[in-house]
């Protein structure tokens, strides 16, 4: 019904025991999404329980302070993040994949979706709350659209 009206469909797993213990079961689920989006153990756990490596058109690996790789069809791509003070981890995963996905959704280069999403993870990580670090990076994306930090 999404792609019906002309949008998008992303997926973050959200840890659960069972299903990432499912990765063959789940990869007819994985192959209808735009973006897929787990963070690594996710990943490698799916990946280890049978999910083919390359099941959705586009999968993003969170790799926590290394930064995030992405599988597209030109192979794999890899953004390193900049080390941050951490303060709190909540929130970091959906705040990388909101960076990401907002470059994505403007047509931006894969690498560059790769960097804005590690911007605001790194951003979020720096204050507790989730997204209180949020109000602090918008020196760091480049002006009028999210692209290529700056």
Known sequence: MARDAGMTVSLDCG???????????????????????????????????GLPMEASPLTVVKCSKRGAKALGPKGWIYR???????VDATGAGDSFNGGFLA???????????????????????????????????GNQLSVGRLGAAK
């Open 103 to 137: 470059s994505w959704l403007m047509g931006e280069p894969l690498a560059d979706c790769l960097e804005n999403g590690n911007i605001c993870g790194a951003a979020t990580v720096q204050a507790t709350g989730g997204t209180g670090g949020l109000v602090r990076i």
């Open 15 to 49: 840890w659960d025991d069972e299903l990432l213990k499912k990765g063959a079961e789940m990869a007819r689920l994985i192959e209808e999404v735009d973006v897929f989006l787990p963070s690594e153990t996710e990943f490698d756990l799916l990946c280890n329980s």
């Open 80 to 86: 390193s993040s900049a080390p941050v003070p951490v």
